[in-house]
């Protein structure tokens, strides 16, 4: 029985490519073994059946952005990603082509963090000229949240959430706040800050208790079901 061996040797044995060449084809998920995708090239193997997909490419893996649509409750941190942005969750109406691979699931940078009573649509990169957009063009970037509230709002309260508040002792900019529903209330606003919506509400008289962000930029949730991520393609802009 032959000793086990690195994926990477056995596919430089098959192949005579080199062995950086090699371990770019695997981390690239164009190896299988046996019939399965294997991204990592320290695996060891013995006798398997070790194939080079014919479409592959030497490209470096370029690094992805990931649209999830966040549960209330969840906290983002690595735990919590390893546990939801998995290929079983994934939507279906994901159209952006992208290959799943292992390694777009590490090192993700969230964006535009969620406070802790809303949900909805959070931005997760590799790609650092997104994340430096969204927190460069933080203030100019408009965010659209559903807000259920409890209370009673005047005429007058709806037109001071409209223009008028102040937050952190500065007056805050016109903001597009209308009726939703009978207890919702959809709020379009620039240069959100983590507390923002709340004061403003108990400025009128108004509780919140829950929110929901619909909307970063161009980008909305559209399909995502609670717990499911899509990536963003390459043609989509915030």
Same mark, same amino acid.
């Given at each position: 029985?032959?000793?086990?061996?690195?994926? =990477?040797?056995? !596919?430089?044995?098959?192949?005579?490519? @080199?062995?950086?060449?090699?371990?770019? %084809?695997?981390?690239?998920?164009?190896?299988?073994?046996?019939?399965?995708?294997?991204?990592?090239?320290?695996?060891?193997?013995?006798?398997?059946?070790?194939?080079?997909?014919?479409?592959?490419?030497?490209?470096?893996? =370029?690094?992805?952005?990931?649209?999830?649509?966040?549960p209330l409750? *969840?906290?983002?941190?690595?735990?919590?990603?390893?546990?939801?942005?998995?290929?079983d969750?994934r939507? =279906?109406?994901? #159209?952006?082509?992208?290959?799943?691979? $292992?390694?777009?699931?590490?090192? *993700?940078?969230?964006?535009?963090?969620?406070?802790?009573?809303?949900?909805?649509?959070?931005?997760l990169t590799?790609? %650092?000229r997104?994340?430096? $957009?969204? @927190?460069?063009?933080?203030?100019? &970037?408009?965010?659209?949240? &559903?807000?259920?509230? @409890?209370?009673?709002?005047?005429?007058? /309260?709806? $037109?001071?959430?409209? #223009?008028?508040l102040?937050?952190? /002792?500065? !007056?805050?900019?016109p903001?597009?706040?209308?009726?939703?529903?009978?207890?919702?209330?959809?709020?379009?606003? $620039? /240069?959100?800050?983590? /507390?923002?919506?709340?004061? *403003?509400?108990?400025?009128?008289?108004?509780?919140?208790?829950?929110?929901?962000?619909?909307?970063?930029?161009?980008?909305? *949730?559209?399909?995502?079901?609670?717990?499911?991520?899509? %990536?963003?393609?390459?043609?989509?802009?915030?």
């Amino acid at each position: 029985m032959s000793d086990p061996i690195r994926l =990477a040797k056995r !596919l430089v044995e098959l192949t005579h490519c @080199s062995r950086r060449e090699a371990e770019l %084809y695997i981390a690239g998920g164009w190896v299988s073994v046996d019939g399965v995708v294997v991204e990592e090239p320290q695996f060891m193997v013995v006798q398997q059946r070790v194939e080079l997909h014919p479409d592959a490419s030497l490209t470096p893996v =370029a690094p992805v952005t990931i649209l999830f649509h966040q549960p209330l409750g *969840m906290e983002i941190n690595t735990d919590s990603l390893r546990q939801s942005i998995r290929a079983d969750t994934r939507s =279906a109406d994901d #159209h952006s082509g992208v290959r799943l691979l $292992k390694q777009h699931f590490v090192r *993700m940078t969230p964006c535009l963090p969620l406070e802790e009573k809303a949900s909805g649509i959070s931005v997760l990169t590799q790609d %650092y000229r997104v994340s430096r $957009k969204l @927190s460069d063009d933080a203030a100019t &970037i408009e965010q659209e949240y &559903i807000v259920e509230v @409890s209370g009673e709002l005047s005429a007058e /309260g709806l $037109k001071q959430l409209n #223009h008028g508040l102040s937050f952190n /002792g500065k !007056l805050l900019p016109p903001i597009k706040v209308s009726w939703q529903s009978e207890r919702h209330l959809r709020f379009a606003l $620039k /240069g959100m800050q983590a /507390g923002q919506i709340a004061h *403003m509400c108990a400025c009128v008289g108004l509780q919140v208790i829950s929110m929901r962000r619909l909307r970063i930029g161009r980008l909305s *949730m559209s399909k995502l079901l609670p717990g499911q991520w899509r %990536y963003l393609a390459a043609y989509e802009r915030f």
